[in-house]
């Protein structure tokens, strides 16, 4: 079967991922796609793992309420997705375009119902999105929902499986990601919470102008006033799937078989957010896209013999955990049996992703901070991996207290007490004061641990 020829008619977005362009089909000039291209010459390992993970994903799905797939393939140094359009944009234009105007009860609670729908599909086949946000939640020609951007998912082997990469969006992500303790579907939840609260207040429910504050507000602090104006079961349910231990939040299941959604009330028909037409920042009137000379499309990434379009395979969950004792680090299924060198290919190097991304978030942050103000994070030689940390970990706390010593002696003092992390936290918040403890007192737990491990590497 020859490959379809497209014409590009727009760019629609770029970014580090490279270039999104609307496209339509030369035999079908009606037939519109979005394509994402990508240089594959200028991705890291880690990049193209992820990208490759992507395409295997939206390849195996089929549900409404997700961005369908539609083909792959390479061309020129570049690997293209090309996936439906969703003309309205995603969720962040919506907010844009609100203007502080508060969203109808009833189409509220239907986009909920939707992404709901979609997140349920999801984890009903053991995968977990992990960067559910208002971007990544596109509006197609009728104003529905379609939940994309794959990236970073992650096929756990069971419903009882845990994940530990700390990945995501800072303002979406859970407290157990913060936290660095294992996860599963649950953190969808949270993360889903966020969108809606987000779309019934146009503002996030966390936020913090220093990233230190918010891990803070979300592993430690209340929870936000749940949104006014809105029927009671909307904001009980909102409020349950915003509980800190995962545990005691609803599943998607226990979610689309809520009170809220039991009787629906039809929204009102919502005004497009843009005239046909009125998207893409540039015009490619002499570019035409010839697919002939594509290299391989996503068949050569799945089944052998299996075609774009073709009947979806059932994933098969294989276990693969690699670690010492307890800790096990888990590397991610990218879905079916892969039966040909490019799959294996693939799979390898999401497997090597998944194990060289697991870090200690808080190192993370305080590694990115410090390189941005401008001091040097390597590590000397003949230096030990800990003591590094704990230099790092000092350095950035003595910079939130402007170089006050004194100050820090006596924090530090009070870490070489034995208490529980809750005590500690109390004391730590009477000697720095809340906003100071909400910018470094993680840290100064994380210098407690590290300083304590280093004292045994000693002896």
Known sequence: MSAPEFKIEKL???????????IEDKTDPSVKHAMKVMDIGKMDKETLALTLQ?????????????????????????????????????????IKNQHGSPLEEAR??????QIASAVEYLHGKNIIHRDLKVQNIFLDANMDCKLGDFGIARILDSVTDMAQTQIGTVHYMSPEIFMGIPYNAKTDIWSLAVVIYELATLEKPFDAFFLPSLIFKVTRGEKPDMPRGYRPDFAELLSKMMEKDPDDRPSAAQIMQDKLFRRPVKPTRMQNLRSPGDYGSEDYDEGEFN???FLKTISDMSVPGRRPGGKKPTPKARPSHVGEGDKHVVKPVVGAEIGNKIGNKIGNKIGDVEKETITDPVMELVTRTLTD???????????????????L?????LSVLDNDKALFDKASKELDSTAGQEELEEKLIRVLGHEKFGLCGVELLHYKNFTYNLKLMKK
């Open 108 to 113: 509220l609670i239907e986009w909920f119902r």
């Open 291 to 293: 697919l002939q000379n």
């Open 393 to 397: 970990l000092k350095f950035y706390i």
């Open 12 to 22: 629609l977005g770029e970014g580090g991922f490279g270039k999104v362009f609307l």
């Open 373 to 391: 103000m401008g001091h040097n994070t390597l590590r000397p030689a003949g230096k030990s991996h800990v003591q590094q940390q704990v230099d």
């Open 54 to 94: 992507e395409i295997k994903l939206l390849s195996e799905l089929d549900h409404e309420r997700v961005l369908s797939y539609v083909m792959c393939f390479q061309q020129a140094g570049t690997l293209c997705i090309v996936t439906e359009f969703c003309p309205n944009g995603d969720l962040s234009d919506y």
